[in-house]
């Protein structure tokens, strides 16, 4: 099992940036595809990003494709969610997650172990 702990959400205005990050620890980091989910009030989980264990292969989902990005440091076992160009709609509680199996399989909720989450919440 992989212990998550995702930082850095809070309030952030329209056209603003934030960086989350997740710290792994208990199991070997470069083992784990990486990923981030979002939920918002009232709606289902969904999937925002993903990382392959190099950090070569991305995926995102459409609606933050071009203004966030994705990435790891297997050095310090964490990786990062850079949003730029923020949107109200990007409101939700953000979560972290580690998967064994491929980044496609991690985009559709096939993941071994979640974060807590963190709230991320975009103001006009």
């Known amino acids: 099992q992989v212990r998550l702990v995702e930082s850095g959400g809070g309030l952030v205005q329209a056209g603003g940036s934030l960086r989350l990050s997740c710290a792994a620890s208990g199991r070997t980091f470069s083992n784990y595809v990486m990923g981030w989910f979002r939920q918002a009030p009232g709606k289902e989980r969904e999937f925002v990003a993903g990382i392959s264990r190099s950090g070569i292969t991305k995926q995102y989902t459409d609606s933050v494709k071009g203004r966030f990005t994705i990435s790891r440091d297997n050095a310090k076992n964490t990786h990062y969610l850079q949003m730029n160009s923020m949107k109200p709609e990007d409101t939700a509680v953000y979560y972290c997650?580690?998967?064994?199996?491929?980044?496609?399989?991690?985009?559709?909720?096939?993941?071994?172990?979640w974060g807590q989450g963190t709230q991320v919440t975009v103001s006009l």
């Open positions: 997650a580690a998967g064994t199996r491929t980044v496609s399989e991690l985009g559709y909720g096939v993941a071994d172990d």
